[in-house]
Each structure stands twice: as C-alpha cells, then as structure tokens.
C-alpha cells in the first residue's frame, strides 16, 4: 500500500515538473518575441519622429525664403498637410505592425505548454 502511494506521489511531481518545465519554455518564447516586437514598435516610432523632425526644418528653412506673408500660409499649409498624411500612415502602419506582434506574442502562451520532444 505505501509502494503504490509512493510511486504515484512520484509519478504526480514527474508530471508536475513536465508542466512546469513547459510553461517555463512558453513564456520564454513569449518574452522573446515581446523583445522582439518592442525593438520593431520602437524603430518605426524613432523613423517617425525622425520624419516630423525633418520635416519640420525643411518647413523652416523654406520659410526663409519666402517673399510674402501669403506664400508663407501657402507653404505652411501645404506642409502641415503633407505632415499629417505621413503621420497618419506611419501610425496606421506602427497600430497594425503592434497588433501583429501583440499576436505573435501571446501565440506561445495561447497555445499552452509543449511537452518535451512534442
């Protein structure tokens, strides 16, 4: 009788150690492709700001040359459009890009554990 109990104690922390060995490997993977998506999320986020920031110089110096306050309105408005339909992409494409990744990365843990060799 304690033969039997003794092997299913050892044969419930085996399956214990099995589980939590691959929950440990799903969350690794998840950690890793969150790494990886934040590094992505994070250049188009700088490529964006860099944009704005050229931008925004091109817009001065070509305000230097202006000769009217009209052609100043012009140019400015011409630019604050320019400036705001590349924005607006940029975010669409760095919304779609983080919903992608999200994905990705949620995928090892949706999945639940994977036994060893499985």
Known sequence: M??????????TFATVQEQREAWNRSLVASAN??????T????KVLDLVRSQTDATLGLWRALLD?????????????????QYE?????????AETASRLAQ?????LAKGPTRPGA
């Open 104 to 108: 990705e990365a949620t995928a090892p």
């Open 40 to 43: 992505v999320i994070n250049g």
């Open 86 to 94: 590349n924005t607006t992409t940029r975010v669409k494409d760095i």
């Open 66 to 82: 202006v000769t009217s306050v009209a052609e100043a309105v012009e140019l400015q408005t011409r630019e604050l459009r320019r």
């Open 2 to 11: 304690t033969e039997t109990g003794l092997a299913q104690a050892r044969q």
């Open 33 to 38: 492709a969150t790494t990886k998506a934040a």
